[in-house]
């Protein structure tokens, strides 16, 4: 999964203590919950009828977010994910909801992006040492092996039976687990009720509803750069090559890969994109830094900011 702290909620932890109950109604209260979870600092925010409801709703949010997880990591080999990827160049596989559903989206991401986004990146992952450590950086024939596994890869969906044609493809869904993570989290909310929240996984965020006396949503700051977005139904994932990172000899490189060169995507760029669901924000974020462009694909009401660094 990614790591990343480029956004910081405004209003949230002591700030909010402090000026929200100016504007909540009686039957509101501002609960806040912290946790680690796929790899990554987790903080839940919930506007309930009351400290225990909203104590409650949180740690389901979080639970959600676990559940996920297990279902997706690729580094629990017990997980849905590896075992799909242990089917690779064998029988098809059933798989169950979630799967389905994250596999179908990374397909049309990756249509969308026209390969920016691909979640078949898995051998060059292993190759530059991110899922299998090295010292030195890969050799032209490693890299060039690992371009053809990734180029090679077929994701066949039918129902819900899987199959991966090729025994050399290897799915790695951290480029778009987490935005499905944080949207089954904000559906397990809304179910308990819950209006106004905000879900923030490392920097991957979805704000529900609006804050007290912010009827424009929720204020997040991009770091690295002066823009300030609001989130009112609508979710920001950032993707950046300069916070995971690892050194190989001299060099050092970020886990985000390039499908077309098979190398990593230089790390002075990050792009953070705003769209419906936190999926989408994911997935389009990595797509767009791949690219290297602002805008990726065709995706309505997404919008892609990028920043530069030196």
């Known amino acids: 999964m990614k790591r990343r702290e480029f956004v910081r909620t405004l209003g949230a932890g002591m700030a909010g203590a402090l000026v929200w109950p100016r504007f909540l109604p ?11 979870v796929m790899g990554q600092p987790v903080h839940v925010m919930v506007f309930a009828e009351s400290e225990d409801a909203g104590l409650e709703a949180c740690a389901l949010a979080l639970a959600e977010l676990r559940r996920v997880e297990a279902r997706l990591s690729l580094f629990d080999d017990a997980s849905d994910l590896c075992e799909l990827n242990q089917h690779a160049g064998k029988r098809p596989m059933r798989v169950d909801q979630d ?4 596999l179908c989206a990374a397909e049309a991401f990756r249509a969308q992006t026209a390969g ?3 979640p078949s990146v898995e051998p060059l992952m292993r190759t530059w040492g991110f899922h299998r450590p090295r010292r030195s950086p890969p050799t032209e024939a490693e890299i060039a092996a690992a371009r053809t596994a990734v180029a090679a890869a077929v994701v066949r969906v039918d129902g819900d039976v899987v199959s991966l044609p090729s025994a050399h493809t290897q799915l790695d869904l951290g480029g778009i687990g ?3 993570g944080i949207d089954r989290s904000i559906a397990v ?9 905000l879900v923030d996984v490392s920097g991957d965020c979805y704000g529900l509803g609006a804050p007290p006396g912010e009827p424009d949503g929720w204020r997040v700051d991009i770091a690295g750069t002066s823009k300030t977005v609001r989130l009112r139904d609508a979710a920001l994932a950032t993707s950046s ?23 990593p995507v230089p790390g002075h760029r990050q792009m953070t994109v705003v769209a ?8 389009l974020s990595t797509g767009a830094l791949v690219a290297g462009r602002a805008r990726t694909g065709d995706a309505p009401s997404a919008g892609a900011l990028g920043s530069v660094r030196p």
């Open 26 to 36: 009686a039957h509101e209260r501002f609960v806040e919950r912290w946790s680690w």
């Open 99 to 102: 799967l389905h559903e994250v």
């Open 116 to 118: 920016a986004f691909d």
């Open 178 to 180: 987490v935005g499905y």
């Open 189 to 197: 909310l809304r179910s308990l009720g819950i209006q106004r929240a």
């Open 241 to 263: 090559n300069a916070v995971s990172v690892i050194r190989l000899g001299q060099q050092v490189v970020g886990h985000v890969m390039d499908p077309g060169t098979g190398e």
């Open 276 to 283: 419906r669901t936190g999926i989408a924000a994911d997935a």
